[in-house]
């Protein structure tokens, strides 16, 4: 395998620059429907990703087919940028699909993160047991679809020490999360176990604030905003694409670096 990924990685290139302008009218395409379906121009757009027409089938193969070439391409060992905390944005945004009020109110003190699929151990956690683990903290860039992005100062638990700890199968494909505010997202395994992925327990000094995604959110830095799943409730490992919220409405799957 090692000898052939150059070599692979190289034709990869090779195919997305053949394939670069069908590629940009794909996200381009995939982007305005994700955006007109969230507002006021929802009725401009004439096709629904999931409604079978020969076009959203061509739609759909050139996005699976994008989210194999990012695959390919995404280097574990890369580093998103770092700042300093003079660079934090102050008041960093909340972003969500429902407004800020209907953030859910969870109850630290009997919190149970739930754990299924292709592990090992899967006894549920609480808020005392993950703050238990090993911590890192990082301040990095959330880059919104929509167009904006912030700086924040997140702290927790290593995924890959998580992943680890409770004994999941790393050659599995994929990472599910279930939240509870009804969201769902999913993660390939190699960016699960990238260095800067992070279990987040805290936001600047302090445990995360409800409109943050208490008690538990998914920090990503390599991927899109919507990639970052808040108010986490349950993780399972598994083989079959659990797909996400946003993914099953048209969002590029993938959408890292």
Known sequence: ?????????????????????????????????????????????????????????????????????????????????????????????????????????????????????????????NLDQLRALPQASQITRLICIEGWSAIGQWRGVPFRTFLERIGADLSARYVGFKCADRYYSSLDMATALHPQTQLTLDFGNAPLPAKYGYPLKLRVPTKLGFKNPKHIAAIFVTNTNPGGYWEDQGYNWFSGL
């Not at 121009?41 to 020969?54: E, V």
């Not at 193969?61 to 934090?88: C, H």
Request: aromatic share 10%; with cysteine.
């Open 1 to 125: 395998m090692s000898a052939s990924k150059p070599t692979d990685a190289r034709q990869s290139r090779i195919v997305l620059a053949d394939h670069r302008p069908q590629i940009e009218r794909l996200q381009r395409r995939l982007f305005l429907r994700s955006s007109l379906s969230i507002g006021a121009l929802a009725m401009l757009s004439g096709c629904n990703m999931q409604d079978g027409d020969s076009v959203d089938k061509v739609l759909w193969a050139m996005s699976r087919w994008n989210d194999r070439v990012q695959g390919w391409l995404f280097d574990r060992n890369k580093l998103a940028p770092t700042y300093s905390a003079r660079e934090i944005t102050n008041p960093f945004p909340f972003n969500a699909f429902y407004p800020e009020f209907d953030a859910p109110d969870i109850d630290g003190s009997t919190y149970q993160l739930e754990v299924s699929g292709l592990v090992s151990d899967k006894r549920s956690w």
